[in-house]
């Protein structure tokens, strides 16, 4: 059969392989969840009248606006190829050390009582601590994100009940209120606070260099390398951000309570990596924006709030929402189209 | 086009067939009704360029993908359905340029990989069964070392003969020899005309079209998505070759230095490397004028890549000095050497070049990222002012400088690498194996951006196993155990050149 054939003249219909239709998808990738955004809002104000109201809409903004900061530190830690779980425990222990540095003992304090001023900046120094210590321990030691930040969660969370003694501490500084507290132009300031912290690093991670290199660390560290990026500082610095976004979380959320709880932040995590992941981070790292991890906050937000409002028997709601949490995984698997890692 | 014509009784002697095989993904027709028929006991060269369809048709005829139409099979029998894995292993078996072995498990784990048996395993029978099967193959190694500490070789070694103990008769070479050194190779050879003779089939993917003239019978050439021709290789020569797999006459037009004029002596010196010494070379001195294109070839243990990494402060000199126009360089510091002038395309585009999820334009402006704005602001306009610069002057086919890199192919991924190396307008450019795996057509445009670099005073390092790229150099050195062992001007000779990098000329 080894007959030669002539080179075949015919004119080329088929594409170069990497030739792609000039309308750009990719561009729309980002909104994939808006769809699911506006369903929940229907669904919603059809099970419940209340949904739709003001005063319930906001009150999902504002609960969320802790846990939204969460998932701005762990998307962008994620996006740079690591991990951090101990963030649900920075979250408590951060405001707890400060406020029973400045506290008397008599409200649980650790008997300092240093001006009550300083509560404010020793929250966001711990948070930054827990940060860098997070990085010596990847970096230096060269130990795997996750297990070193399972075993800062234990840690810290330990380290809160021990300085709390197991108690809520309740008499909490004007100032550290502050920022939990007040609202402006009718949206709870902490709402604010998150969203302009989420424009911050919208801006940073889309159009400065120092955002882009995130990606390329994520994306592939020895190329980053190669190409002059200082990656261990990279990872540094966004691990000591996250850790000060979940200190600030922690003040945030001590002053819409009132009070810090023994448990604050406990089991956190999961919604935390449930809003990433539905908002289209990948857990390998290098993709994913902060647009979409904002929308995985909103979508979970959403689903929560119309569950509580639904009144579903409390024993049954973990359940609930584990169940729907994994089918909104689904759901944005399949309108994303790409395989989860 | 290739259906059997003159052969009605169609699969008689024949090992693999696949015909009228057409594939899609979305729009892009990665395989366009081609066919190949790979007669048993021969080995069959497939080539072609990056993109042309090769590594959709191994996908094919390993049973990994299904094609959209068109039919396979072997030894004159459909090929099994996709989800027979085990029918497929027993038909062909592929050793890719990526490694299917799993590091941490031992080579005797590797070789009976989910054949362990029916009952408890039994560790000393599958070791010495291991054993018993890598004897002929002269691998030697202790089967229970774990697989990582396998050379490239010895790698390669063991794939095969796990392929060919599952009973597989037909095995498919995806570029074997990218990563082996010249005597490495040549023992592959020796190893496949042997097996060749007890009956196996083999088909051969490679972008040296000197190593098909070398193992194989028949050639297969494709050509964006298309079958172009099919011929022994004994009656098809070189040119003729090329200019099917390119689609035009002309072949391989490589700038050579002669092209260029010679550098002056009195030419300022761009880089000064003075008693360096590093990992698995010493000592070495060399000083590169502006303009100028210095070479280095050597065996794989020669030490070569080792001083080029560390010229771009990816490795740290134990000691020595690097000067860029007089100016010292802080050793170990990519972001000095960057800063100082020195650009570089890494020895593997995969590993050390690319983030394959990025865009064009982030890829290419990494190492200028902070020369676009204020601040270390990236405009967008900026971005992607450095990206369709990129695309436009080292001629990258894309949709676009927003186009993932990952959607790329070979030959054009390493041009954007190109792009990131010469971003920042580096006084001395540092390219290790800036050919390796890319297409004739893509090479020529690689080479062709070195000669321009060149001419505008741009001084050049070129680390390559591979003599064509060498053409361009105005010096060679060759480095045999980590030391210069030989110099030559631009009249070197391939043989001379070779017999200085495997250490036999005097």
């Known amino acids: 059969m080894t007959e030669t054939l002539s080179p075949d003249t015919g004119a080329s219909t088929?594409?170069?392989?990497?030739?792609?239709?000039?309308?750009?998808?990719?561009?729309?990738?980002?909104?994939?969840?808006v769809p699911a955004i506006v369903i929940l809002l229907v669904v919603g104000a059809l099970l419940d009248p209340t949904f739709l109201t003001t005063g319930n809409l906001l009150g999902v903004l504002q609960q969320q606006s802790a846990l939204s900061l969460l998932v701005l530190a762990e998307a962008m830690i994620l996006i740079t190829g690591k991990f951090d779980l101990s963030l649900e425990s920075t979250i408590g222990f951060a405001p707890v050390l400060a406020i029973a540095l400045v506290v008397p003992t008599s409200a649980h304090g650790l008997g300092t009582e240093w001006a009550a001023w300083l509560a404010v900046p020793l929250c966001l120094l711990t948070g930054a601590l827990i940060g860098a210590f997070n990085g010596l321990l990847i970096l230096k030691f060269q130990l795997s994100a996750f297990i070193v930040t399972l075993g800062m969660l234990i840690t810290v969370r330990g380290l809160h009940e021990g300085v709390s003694g197991g108690n809520s501490l309740f008499q909490i500084p004007q100032s550290f209120m502050f920022l939990g507290f007040e609202t402006w132009l009718g949206l709870?300031?902490?709402v604010w606070i998150s969203l302009a912290l989420f424009v911050v690093g919208m801006v940073v991670l889309s159009y400065f260099r120092q955002g882009r290199s995130l990606y390329a660390v994520g994306g592939n560290v020895d190329a980053a390398k190669a190409a002059g990026i200082r990656t261990n500082k990279v990872i540094w610095t966004v691990l000591i951000i996250g850790g000060v976004l979940a200190a600030l979380a922690g003040m945030l959320e001590t002053g819409r309570l009132g009070a810090i709880g023994a448990n604050l932040g406990d089991g956190m995590i999961f919604d935390v990596f449930a809003a990433a992941v539905i908002g289209g981070i990948s857990l390998n790292g290098g993709k994913g924006t902060l647009f979409g991890a904002l929308c995985g906050v909103l979508v979970l937000g959403l689903i929560l709030n119309i569950l509580r409002l639904t009144a579903v028997d409390g024993h049954w709601f973990n359940a609930i929402k584990g169940v729907i949490i994994l089918l909104a995984l689904v759901l944005s698997r399949l309108t994303t189209g790409k395989a989860q890692e | 086009m290739m259906s059997a014509v003159n052969h009605p009784a169609a699969s008689e002697g024949l090992a693999a067939v696949a015909r009228n095989v057409t594939k899609r993904y979305g729009r892009t027709v990665a395989l366009d009704d081609?066919?190949?028929?790979?007669?048993?006991?021969?080995?069959?060269?497939?080539?072609?360029?990056?993109?042309?369809?090769?590594?959709?048709?191994?996908?094919?005829?390993?049973?990994?993908?299904a094609a959209d139409s068109g039919e396979v099979s072997f030894f004159g029998k459909p090929a099994p359905a996709l989800s027979d894995r085990e029918g497929w292993r027993r038909n062909v078996a592929c050793v890719y340029q990526r490694s299917t072995i799993m590091p941490a498990l031992s080579v005797a784990e590797n070789l009976f990989i989910n054949r362990q048996g029916k009952r408890l395993i039994s560790w000393s029978k599958m070791r010495r069964q291991a054993g018993e099967l890598l004897e002929p193959f002269g691998v030697?190694?202790?089967?229970?070392?774990?697989?990582?500490?396998?050379?490239?070789?010895?790698?390669?070694?063991v794939e095969i003969a796990r392929a060919l103990s599952v009973g597989a008769r037909f095995i498919i070479l995806d570029e074997p020899t990218a990563q082996l050194d010249g005597p490495a190779i040549e023992r592959l050879f020796e190893r496949l005309r042997a097996l060749q003779d007890t009956g196996i089939t083999f088909m051969f993917i490679s972008h040296h079209l000197e190593e098909i003239y070398e193992v194989c019978q028949t050639v297969t050439v494709f050509?964006?998505?298309?079958?172009?021709?099919?011929?022994?290789?004994?009656?098809?020569?070189?040119?003729?070759?090329?200019?099917?797999?390119?689609?035009?006459?002309?072949?391989?037009?490589?700038?050579?230095?002669?092209?260029?004029?010679?550098?002056?002596?009195?030419?300022?010196?761009?880089?000064?490397?003075?008693?360096?010494?590093?990992?698995?070379?010493?000592?070495?001195?060399?000083?590169?004028?502006?303009?100028?294109?210095?070479?280095?070839?050597?065996?794989?243990?020669?030490?070569?890549?080792?001083?080029?990494?560390?010229?771009?402060?990816?490795?740290?000199?134990?000691s020595g000095v690097i000067e860029v126009d007089g100016r010292k360089v802080k050793p170990g510091s990519v972001l000095d050497a960057l800063k100082?002038?020195?650009?570089?395309?890494?020895?593997?585009?995969?590993?050390?070049?690319l983030v394959l999820g990025l865009s064009i334009a982030e890829n290419a402006a990494m190492t200028v990222m902070n020369k676009l704005g204020p601040a270390g602001l990236v405009p967008p306009k900026q971005l992607a002012g450095v990206g369709s610069k990129a695309i436009e002057s080292y001629d990258i086919v894309t949709s676009g400088a927003d186009q993932p890199v990952s959607d790329l192919s070979g030959g054009n991924q390493q041009k954007v690498v190109m792009a990131r190396a010469l971003a920042s307008d580096p006084k001395v450019?540092?390219?290790i194996n800036p050919t390796a795996g890319v297409d004739v057509k893509s090479k020529e445009s690689l080479l062709g951006v070195v000669d321009r670099v060149a001419r505008t005073g741009t001084a050049v390092i070129v680390v390559s196993d591979e003599l064509d790229d060498l053409r361009v150099c105005d010096r060679v050195l060759v480095m045999f155990h980590g030391e210069v062992a030989h110099e030559f001007g631009r009249d070197w000779t391939e043989q001379d050149l070779v017999a200085a990098i495997e250490g036999v000329s005097e």
């Open chain 1, 188 to 190: 709870p300031l902490s």
């Open chain 2, 340 to 353: 100082h002038g020195i650009g570089c395309v890494p020895r593997d585009r995969h590993h050390q070049g």
């Open chain 2, 140 to 157: 030697d190694v202790d089967v229970n070392t774990p697989a990582s500490d396998l050379t490239v070789e010895q790698r390669q070694l």
């Open chain 2, 429 to 431: 450019l540092v390219l």
């Open chain 1, 14 to 33: 088929a594409p170069a392989s990497g030739r792609r239709p000039p309308l750009r998808f990719a561009r729309f990738r980002d909104l994939a969840l």
């Open chain 2, 223 to 318: 050509r964006d998505a298309r079958h172009i021709l099919t011929a022994p290789v004994a009656e098809l020569g070189r040119a003729e070759l090329v200019d099917a797999m390119t689609g035009e006459p002309g072949g391989l037009t490589v700038p050579g230095a002669a092209d260029r004029p010679d550098v002056s002596q009195d030419s300022e010196v761009a880089l000064n490397v003075e008693n360096l010494t590093g990992d698995s070379f010493s000592d070495v001195s060399l000083r590169i004028r502006r303009g100028e294109v210095i070479g280095f070839a050597g065996s794989a243990s020669s030490g070569k890549h080792q001083l080029a990494e560390t010229v771009y402060g990816l490795r740290k000199p134990s």
């Open chain 2, 34 to 65: 081609v066919g190949i028929e790979i007669k048993d006991g021969e080995s069959h060269a497939l080539v072609g360029r990056n993109g042309a369809g090769k590594s959709t048709l191994v996908s094919i005829l390993t049973g990994l993908q």
